[in-house]
């Protein structure tokens, strides 16, 4: 993906979430392999 200089599907789905998001477009759902039960703590 060197158009969005981002060598994984994930950044680069970060990066236009992140630039529509600025655009003042809303975004839902969370990117592929994003845990949302994680709590920062690991075991």
């Known amino acids: 993906m060197p ?3 981002a060598f ?3 950044s680069a ?3 236009i979430a992140g630039t ?3 655009m003042g477009v ?3 759902g ?3 392999g ?3 039960n ?3 703590k690991v075991d």
């Open 3 to 5: 158009d969005l200089n």
């Open 8 to 10: 994984k599907v994930d």
């Open 13 to 15: 789905m970060k990066m």
């Open 20 to 22: 529509a998001r600025s």
């Open 26 to 28: 809303t975004v839902s």
């Open 30 to 32: 969370t990117a592929p």
């Open 34 to 36: 994003i845990n949302k």
């Open 38 to 40: 994680y709590n920062g």
